[in-house]
C-alpha cells in the first residue's frame, strides 16, 4: 500500500513551451500533497503545498504564476510548468500524505520523480 | 531556519562492513526524523522513521538513533552489500501543530565496493 506515481517520468521540451506533470496516489487518498525539486548533486527543495480544493501555498522564491499546481481530487495533483525555459530543467519529485487514520497517516510518500529536460 | 546537514558527503567502503551515516539538525524542536534511499535518477525510498520521542528504529541490517536534544540522528548499516550503494537523505518535520513540511539534509553517497 501507500503508492504515489507520476508521469510522466522524463519530459524533454522546448524553450517556451508548458508542461504538466501528474502526481497520484494509487491506493490512499492524500489532502496534502507536495511538490519538490531536486538539482544534480543535490538535495530536495520544497517548492510548494497542496491542499485538495485549495490553492497551494508557495514556498519563498518559487513563481506560483510559473508552477501552477492544482489539487483537485484526493488523488491527484497537477504541476504546471509554463513558460518553461532551460534553467527549469530538473528532477521534480512530488510526495503525497494520507489524511485518514491508519497505520500511514501523517506520513508522506513520495513519488518516483519527473526529469525535465528543457531545450 | 531548520537547517540538516549530512557527514560524510560521500563514502566508499568495501563490502561487508558496517558503517554509520551522521545527520544533524539546528532546530531540535522536531516531531519526526526520516531516512530515505535514493538511487540515480529515482524517486525516495523510505528506510525508518523515528517519532521525536524514540530512540532508535530498527529494519533488517539497518539502525536509526535519534539523539533530539543534541540534533543528532545516525543510520547504521551492518554487513554492507553493493546493492546497498545509493544516496541516503535524512529529512526532520517540525513539531507545530499542522506544519508537515520536510527538511532534507545534503544527502550522503554511498558506495559499496564488491
Known amino acids: 500500500g501507500a503508492v504515489v506515481s507520476q508521469h510522466p517520468s522524463w519530459v524533454i521540451c522546448k524553450s517556451g513551451t508548458s508542461v504538466k506533470i501528474e502526481c497520484r496516489s494509487l491506493?490512499?487518498?492524500?489532502?496534502?500533497m507536495f511538490w519538490y525539486r531536486q538539482f544534480p548533486k543535490q538535495s530536495l527543495m520544497l517548492m510548494a503545498t497542496?491542499?485538495?480544493?485549495?490553492?497551494?501555498?508557495?514556498e519563498q522564491g518559487v513563481e506560483k504564476d510559473k508552477f501552477l499546481i492544482n489539487h483537485a481530487s484526493l488523488t491527484l495533483s497537477t504541476l504546471t510548468v509554463t513558460s518553461a525555459h532551460p534553467e527549469d530543467s530538473s528532477f521534480y519529485i512530488c510526495?503525497?500524505?494520507?489524511?485518514?487514520?491508519?497505520?500511514?497517516?501523517?506520513?508522506?510518500?513520495f513519488g518516483p520523480g519527473t526529469r525535465l529536460t528543457v531545450l | 531556519k531548520q537547517e540538516v546537514t549530512q557527514i560524510p558527503a560521500a563514502l566508499s567502503v568495501p563490502e561487508g562492513e558496517n558503517l554509520v551515516l551522521n545527520c544533524s539538525f539546528t532546530?531540535?524542536?522536531?516531531?519526526?526524523l526520516q531516512w530515505f534511499r535514493q538511487d540515480p535518477g529515482k524517486g525516495l525510498t523510505s528506510l525508518l522513521l523515528?517519532?521525536?520521542?524514540?530512540r532508535e528504529q530498527t529494519s533488517g541490517r539497518l539502525n536509526a538513533s535519534l539523539d533530539k536534544s543534541s540534533g543528532r540522528s545516525t543510520l547504521y548499516i551492518a554487513a554492507s552489500q553493493p546493492g546497498d550503494s545509493a544516496t541516503y537523505l535524512c529529512?526532520?518535520?517540525?513539531?507545530?501543530?499542522?506544519?508537515?513540511?520536510?527538511?532534507f539534509g545534503t544527502g550522503t553517497r554511498l558506495t559499496i565496493i564488491p
Open positions: 529529512a526532520v518535520r517540525p513539531e507545530d501543530f499542522g506544519n508537515e513540511k520536510l527538511t
Open positions: 497542496s491542499n485538495e480544493g485549495s490553492k497551494a501555498t508557495y
Open positions: 532546530d531540535s524542536a522536531i516531531y519526526n
Open positions: 491506493d490512499f487518498q492524500a489532502t496534502t
Open positions: 523515528i517519532q521525536s520521542s524514540q
Open positions: 510526495s503525497a500524505m494520507a489524511g485518514t487514520s491508519g497505520d500511514h497517516y501523517n506520513e508522506q510518500f
